[in-house]
Structures are given as structure tokens and as C-alpha cells.
């Protein structure tokens, strides 16, 4: 059983940074891929980025290439999204989510196994 707490959200104007930040608990943290997704009011959750066990492979959705950056740190067990170059539209709940099958990545919400609660991310005009 993972548990996941994601942390950092908040309100930053359009063409600012912040980064989440996702705790696990559990010793197998390490084995385990992540990936973030985010739901916007009345749209479906989507995904954003994803990364491997080890944090050599990632993979980015189209509409944050290039401008998010996730990465992991598994003595810390934790994994983490920077956002940068930020637009309204990033507007959204924010959840991390792992998946037991660690050695690729996943872009689909059913590829996971463990859900955050998620973090609020208001970006502002």
C-alpha cells in the first residue's frame, strides 16, 4: 500500500513558477512509476507528465512540453513537477499517482494503482 500527499500548491500569476511536490509513504517507493495528472472545473482529468522508476525516462503531454519538468528523488520518496512559463489554463487540481509496474511509463489514469487527494494550482491573468 503506497499513500501519497501532494504539497505546493497555490496562486501565482500567469509567467510564474511553482513546484508540487508528492510524498510517499512505503519502502517501495523507489520501484513504483509516478506520474501527474490534473482536473480543471468541468473538464475530465488528464494527464501531464509521467516518470519511470529510476527517473530516466519521462514523458510530458503536449500542452506542457517544455515548460514542466518532473523528477523524482527516492531517498526522499518523493517525486516532484516543476511549472514553469505558467497560463491560466493550467488552472487545476493537481494529483500524483503511482503505479506498481515501475519500469516504464504510463499515460493513462487506469495504468494506476495510487491516487493522491491532490493540490490546487490557480494561475492567475
Known amino acids: 500500500q503506497v499513500q501519497l500527499v501532494e504539497s505546493g500548491g497555490g496562486l501565482v500569476q500567469a509567467g510564474g513558477s511553482l513546484r508540487v511536490s508528492c510524498a510517499a509513504s512505503g519502502r517501495t517507493f523507489s520501484s513504483y512509476a509516478m506520474g501527474w495528472f490534473r482536473q480543471a472545473p468541468g473538464k475530465e482529468r488528464e494527464f501531464v507528465a509521467a516518470?519511470?522508476?529510476?527517473?530516466?525516462?519521462?514523458y510530458y503531454a503536449d500542452s506542457v512540453k517544455g515548460r514542466f519538468t518532473i523528477s523524482r528523488d527516492n531517498a526522499k520518496n518523493t517525486v516532484y513537477l516543476q511549472m514553469s512559463s505558467l497560463k491560466p489554463e493550467d488552472t487545476a487540481v493537481y494529483y500524483c499517482?503511482?503505479?506498481?509496474?515501475?519500469?516504464?511509463?504510463?499515460?493513462?489514469?487506469?495504468?494506476?494503482?495510487?491516487w493522491g487527494q491532490g493540490t490546487q494550482v490557480t494561475v492567475s491573468s
Open positions: 499517482a503511482a503505479a506498481r509496474s515501475g519500469g516504464t511509463i504510463w499515460l493513462r489514469l487506469d495504468d494506476y494503482d495510487y
Open positions: 516518470i519511470n522508476w529510476s527517473g530516466g525516462r519521462t
